[in-house]
């Protein structure tokens, strides 16, 4: 009895983390799973093992035009409000102009609004504008809010830059231009990088505001929606499961390449 | 691109420079001459402009009023990119995201200069560290960070080098040796080094010149020996290394010769070492420069009787005694520990000696 005690006093942490990964990673496990049922028409009953839905993702209708379209909504979007928000990061943390806490206000306000009141006011708005739900209006929307995201971790970035350094490149001969090129931005790059995933992660996996402003145009998590009514197909968790070992993959290889790195500068 | 500016060389001139912050004056009508080649140090205490003089030369700051040139060329408002002047920053302010051979290639490859390598190797065996010239900055010890950081400043052969506390951050051993290094390098490389601290110590043993700067303004400028030997304001008296001052009253100047009568007893001192304005001075004299007596004066010495020795503390090479003279003012006394000292205990009473030429007077609202 004392033994078993022991062991689990020490263990209790391994235990913990275990279950909690469990936990997380159930569903995950779950719809990768699926992904290899030979299904049919709904894919809620394990019927049996095939590689066929892998073999051919887009198999079934309109899987991968909807993925085709969130991608590109994604891409655009992101690239968007990466550009738009770096700049608007930069004038905030950098200058001081007239309206400047009320923008810093404006910029919080689409991440504290519910997404269902802008889907719907922002469609509301295009309709009184007279322009249809589409592609475009989708991009649009999703540019504002991922701008937010993007001001806002860019903003930590270059607020956490030590103004000492531009003063040591003015120093060392570089100019205005130069010092940019060379020393804020570089040192700025990761915090833009991460607002880039943030922003296309948001954009891929928007639904609400999405399925207000999108009009007759099907996206990823769109279609994934509407075919539940019917059953989801196998395909969808193709693309699910793929999607996430590519994320994995890129985590991954990330933290190697850190690693490399740090030991051959040692 | 080679304007005037940029390869301007000679002395470094600032006149009447005042600096405002608001209503808040940091820098206040400075005016000095830095010559070629020559060690300047700026010595101060914390907040008294230091850091905003500095800048000011660098170009990071602009000048209220004044003007600032080296040589012939006028730099007061040149861009800081066009000013033949590097700064050794006081936190080092490495490049984080660059090797450190790409942070000492900087200036030069900002200059347009396309065959660094050599020049970049042969400034980093200078300060030996060429087995790191492939690590980050993060990656290397503060002492070695300043080292870098030195590297990358005098690589581009500017005609003014600015060290602003670079050696703060650094332990006392440290900071010795590196002591050591620097004034080494600048007479290896020949540039103007401005070094800003507030260490006096560290500014007696490096600089050829020491500027004492107190509230914005220059009390006192000249060798270590002259500031320490005949200091011209009580600020500076106190502030490299250690003062007595006692006050007392003029009585006569013969044009060679104060005499000062202090609490009853007669002072002499050269007439030139006297700096004070009206008949009451601060009469001063290090406290190495006093001989302690148990016995009555010896002759053609300043005396002081009726000291009671109240602190004695033993510091190796010297004897500390603090005396407490009958107007209840302590005197500092260190005696060489060389045998020839009396013994003296805790107690005593004593008259404490010293040459007249080894004295100075001051204005009291100096
Ligand atoms: N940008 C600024 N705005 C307002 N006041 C400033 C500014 N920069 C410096 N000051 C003030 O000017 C004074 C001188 O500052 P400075 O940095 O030159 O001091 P310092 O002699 O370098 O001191 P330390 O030894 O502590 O570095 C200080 O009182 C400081 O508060
Ligand atoms: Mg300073």
């Known amino acids: ?266 | 691109m080679v304007d005037m500016a940029s390869s301007a060389t000679g002395d470094l001139n600032l006149r009447n420079i005042t600096k405002s912050f608001g209503d808040f004056v940091a820098v206040d009508d400075l005016t000095l001459t830095i010559p070629k080649g020559s060690f300047f140090a700026l010595l101060g205490p914390s907040g008294c402009g230091k850091t905003t003089t500095l800048r000011m030369i660098a170009g990071l700051e602009e000048p209220t009023s004044g003007s600032i040139s080296i040589g012939e060329s006028d730099i007061t408002h040149t861009k800081p990119y066009k000013r033949p002047v590097n700064t050794v920053f006081q936190n080092y302010a490495l490049f984080p995201h660059l090797t450190i051979f790409e942070n000492v290639a900087f200036g030069l490859r900002r200059r347009g200069q396309k065959d660094v390598k050599d020049a970049v190797e042969k400034v980093l065996s200078l300060v030996e560290l060429g087995h790191l010239k492939d690590r980050k900055p993060g990656q290397l010890s503060g002492g070695q960070q300043q080292r870098i950081a030195v590297a990358r400043a005098i690589v581009n052969r500017p005609a003014l080098l600015l060290l602003d506390e670079p050696l703060g951050a650094l332990d006392l051993k440290l900071r010795r040796q590196m002591q050591i290094e620097l004034k080494w390098i600048q007479t290896e490389v020949g540039i103007t080094f401005v070094h800003v601290t507030h260490d006096q110590e560290e500014a007696m043993t490096m600089a050829d010149t020491i500027a004492v700067m107190n509230k914005g303004r220059i009390e006192q400028m000249g060798s270590p020996v002259e500031l320490y030997e005949n200091p011209e304001t009580v600020f500076v008296a106190n502030f490299l290394g250690q003062s007595n001052l006692i006050e007392g009253h003029v009585q006569s100047d013969s044009g060679a010769e104060t005499s000062v009568d202090v609490h009853g007893s007669r002072i002499l001192l050269p007439s030139s070492r006297n700096r004070g304005k009206e008949q009451k001075v601060l009469v001063g004299v290090r406290p190495e420069k006093i001989n302690i007596h148990t016995s009555s004066t010896s002759a053609g010495k300043n005396a002081l009787e009726g000291g009671v020795v109240t602190d004695i503390s033993f510091v190796g090479v010297s004897t500390q005694y603090q005396v407490e003279m009958p107007w209840k003012q302590e005197i500092m006394v260190f005696e060489q520990n060389d045998g020839g000292a009396p013994n003296i205990r805790k107690g005593d009473r004593v008259t404490l000696t010293w040459e007249p030429h080894f004295t100075f007077a001051l204005s009291p609202e100096s």
């Open chain 1, 1 to 266: 009895m004392r033994e078993v005690s022991r062991w689990f006093s020490r263990n209790l942490i391994r235990i913990y983390a275990a279950l909690a990964f469990i936990y997380l990673f159930i569903p995950v496990a779950y719809t990768m799973a699926f992904s290899f049922n030979d299904s049919g028409k709904r894919n809620l009953i394990w019927q049996g093992f095939t590689l066929k839905n892998w073999a051919n993702p887009c198999g079934a209708p309109e899987v991968c035009t909807a993925l085709g379209n969130s991608l590109k909504i994604g891409v655009i979007s992101t690239l968007i409000a990466t550009i738009l928000g770096t700049m608007i990061a930069f004038a905030l943390g950098r200058y001081n102009f007239r309206g400047r806490s009320s923008t810093n206000l404006i910029i919080f306000l689409p991440m504290a609004t519910p997404e269902i009141v802008l889907g719907a006011s922002l469609l509301a708005m295009f309709l009184n504008l007279g322009i249809n739900p589409g592609f475009w209006p989708t991009v649009i929307a999703h540019i504002m809010f991922c701008i937010s995201f993007v001001v806002v971790t860019v903003k930590a970035r270059v607020a956490s830059l030590d103004p000492k350094l531009e003063e040591a490149a003015r120093d060392l001969y570089a100019n205005e231009y130069q010092t940019f090129r060379r020393v804020t931005f570089p040192l700025v790059l990761p915090g833009i990088a991460a607002a880039a995933l943030l922003a296309f992660s948001l954009s891929f996996d928007d639904f609400i505001i999405t399925n207000f402003n999108s009009g007759t145009v099907t996206t990823f998590p769109k279609f994934v929606w509407i075919s539940s009514a019917r059953g989801v197909p196998a395909q969808a968790n193709v693309i699910g499961s793929a999607m996430f070992l590519i994320a994995l993959i890129i985590v991954v290889a990330g933290q190697f390449a850190g690693n490399a790195r740090a030991k051959r500068n040692r």
